[in-house]
């Protein structure tokens, strides 16, 4: 099992060319942050969308190669999410950072945690969960990583623009994990709680049920005019928050 005393964590940039505050607010961060620390953890949507790895922009190139940077004094982990799910293996190489399943256990302390992107939490989203199940599929993903480029970066701007449309609609913009999914998630295990992002409610939650010790739910805030990280110091944990345009990074 992955085990720090020291890390910080991470999710929701959606990290683009159309937000250069957000990328320089995350060169930042590794800079006066996560560069202090054992080990940087990115809890996916790291970007606002990725078409495959053979895609990169000049912005994922220098992203890449902060990250490797970084990783010669601080671990670098990453894990997708449903914005960037078809990130893999060659790019987390090139950052050379180690590539998470979602969900992966680890060890912050004396105390374990799951971390999760929190996507497939969202079981009250019956229509997002079918589609995830299949563009999320081994053979699925597959397919779309041999198509050609042009196809696919149509297919993300098709994606983007039908998420923006639903935002657009009465139904809440975010839909909440379900307590139930979390309650299964951490069920007969030992873990101190769990930590996601995706909701983009960042927040401290008591976990309670019939013969499970409490647990905590903690969620971690997204990226746009606030920037948030979950910091960990042996068994002392603490939620963060900054301006992205003033970039004073501090304890919130």
């Known amino acids: 099992m992955i085990h720090h005393r020291r890390a910080v964590l991470i999710s929701d940039l959606h990290l683009s060319e159309s937000r250069p505050d957000l990328v320089r607010a995350f060169y930042a961060f590794l800079d006066d942050v996560a560069s202090q620390e ?3 953890f990115i809890l996916g949507d790291f970007f606002e969308y990725w078409v495959g790895d053979d895609a990169t922009s000049s912005l994922h190139d220098e992203i890449a190669r902060r990250l490797h940077q970084l990783s010669e004094t601080t671990a670098v982990y990453l894990m997708v999410g449903n914005r960037d799910f078809a990130l893999g293996y060659h790019y987390a190489k090139r950052c050379n950072a180690t590539l998470l399943p979602d969900p992966t256990p680890v060890q912050f302390g004396a105390q374990t945690w799951l971390l999760s992107h929190g ?3 969202c079981t009250d989203d019956r229509g997002y969960q079918r589609y995830r199940a299949i563009i999320q599929s081994s053979a699925v993903l597959s397919t779309l990583r041999r198509l050609p480029l042009a196809w696919r970066l149509a297919l993300a701007e098709r994606l983007r623009k039908a998420s923006k449309d639903r935002n657009r609609t009465d139904a809440p913009r975010y839909i909440d994990v379900n307590q139930k999914a979390v309650k299964r998630a951490l069920k007969g295990t030992r873990h101190a709680g769990l930590i996601h992002g995706h909701t983009h409610m960042a927040d ?8 499970e010790p409490d647990r905590e739910r903690l969620v971690m805030g997204d990226w746009d005019k606030l920037g948030w990280y979950l910091k960990f110091e042996q068994n002392c944990k603490t939620l963060n928050r900054f301006s992205i345009a003033q970039l004073a990074f501090g304890q919130d």
């Open 38 to 40: 054992e080990a940087l």
């Open 119 to 121: 996507d497939r939490l």
């Open 204 to 211: 401290w939650h008591r976990i309670s049920d019939d013969n």
